[in-house]
């Protein structure tokens, strides 16, 4: 099943592996890369010299092209993009839209660059600065995401930009791929479906709190970081929504110099990335403040495996997940079930 976007990546398969912070290492990206698919590596949580032992670590372990996502607002941005171009990574992905300084001199060094955006008019923008591609991202996703549903904002992005979209969002199966293909996408990304397989190294009783959600478990709330985050359903998250902003600052402080100590940033460092995700999403200081909420907590989970004392971050697809295969297993399967559905759906026409 080759797309544009395995033209564009040298990937044999159109599916992604998002960057999500404290689970895509290097051994989920590289199981995915040899799978077939796009394995994006989440650098967020990394110093920068973990990342070069993080990129590093998935070259020893394949040879299929793989990605890295970055944050477009962080202090070290510059030195991370250089790090890429310097290791030869195939992809630059980013959570927020890089300036267009940055996107040229990826593009220049042959990295392919594909920015995350939730609204058409980004993808318009990014696309005429030169990104390659963009990866889409509707309300269904459990990333910071807008509320317009996957089916109505992939249509209208395919329509506004002539350069691959990945569709992300509520995708799990083969069906989805291929419903992904009929709007137009050149493929789909996933997070929580590659979260939940054996070669992610989420432990194993976390996995299990996920399996055991239904649809309808999750929420979208600000309240734990100031941006819309959907999550699993917890004690946690009903007790963070229904308290006031002064008793949530105290702990988000808290856990500012705890991802301080974790990252081995310096005050001057995370100041400076506040000020910049402060200018670039417009948020005022106490929603920045509040951001620190988010790796602590998620890491607390999804590192540590203690839900109870952290946040699982989570798309709506996680109530039709029941299994946990390996990424290979799981890309195998959507592929030819993809397959299988577009060749059904083509004897419909006389």
């Not at 996957?150 to 691959?164: C, F, N, S």
């Not at 417009?282 to 509040?290: D, I, K, M, Y």
């Not at 946990?324 to 004897?347: N, Q, Y």
Request: charged share 20%.
């Amino acid at each position: 099943m080759r797309t544009p976007l395995c033209d564009l990546t040298g990937v044999r398969h159109p599916v992604v592996q998002t960057g999500m912070g404290w689970v895509a290492g290097p051994s989920l990206v590289s199981a995915t890369a040899n799978a077939g698919g796009l394995g994006v590596l989440a650098s967020a949580t990394m110093t920068l010299e973990q990342l070069t032992d993080a990129v590093r670590e998935v070259k020893e372990r394949t040879g299929e092209p793989f990605g890295v996502n970055l944050r477009a607002d962080a202090g070290d941005a510059e030195e991370r993009v250089d790090l890429l171009i310097r290791e030869g990574v195939k992809v630059a992905s980013f959570a927020l839209a890089p300036s267009q300084r940055l996107i040229g001199k990826l593009k220049d060094a042959g990295v392919v660059v594909v920015p995350s955006i939730g609204a058409r008019r980004h993808a318009e923008k990014v696309a005429a600065w030169g990104a390659d591609a963009v990866l889409v991202q509707g309300g269904e996703g459990g990333g910071h995401t807008g509320a317009v549903a996957t089916t109505l904002l992939v249509p209208q992005v395919v329509d506004a930009v002539d350069i691959p979209v990945i569709a992300a969002g509520g995708f799990f199966d083969g069906r989805g791929l291929a419903a992904a293909l009929c709007y137009g996408a050149a493929g789909v990304a996933m997070g929580t479906r590659f979260l939940l397989t054996t070669d992610s190294r989420v432990p194993d009783e976390v996995k299990q709190s996920y399996l055991r959600a239904q649809v309808g478990d999750t929420v979208v709330t600000s309240k734990v970081d100031g941006l819309p985050h959907r999550m699993l359903r917890t004690e946690l998250t009903e007790s963070t929504e229904s308290q006031g902003l002064l008793r949530r600052l105290p702990q988000a402080l808290r856990r500012a110099v705890a991802f301080k100590a974790l990252t081995g940033m310096s005050w001057r460092q995370l100041i400076a990335d506040g000020l910049a995700m402060r200018k670039a999403q417009q948020l005022p200081l106490h929603r920045v403040l509040l951001a620190a909420n988010t790796p602590m907590l998620i890491k607390s989970a999804l590192v540590e495996g203690h839900p109870e004392a952290g946040v699982l971050p989570a798309g709506q697809v996680v109530g039709m997940i029941d299994e946990l295969p390996s990424c290979e297993k799981l890309i195998d399967t959507l592929v030819t079930e993809a397959r299988d559905t577009l060749r059904r759906t083509s004897s419909l026409t006389p």
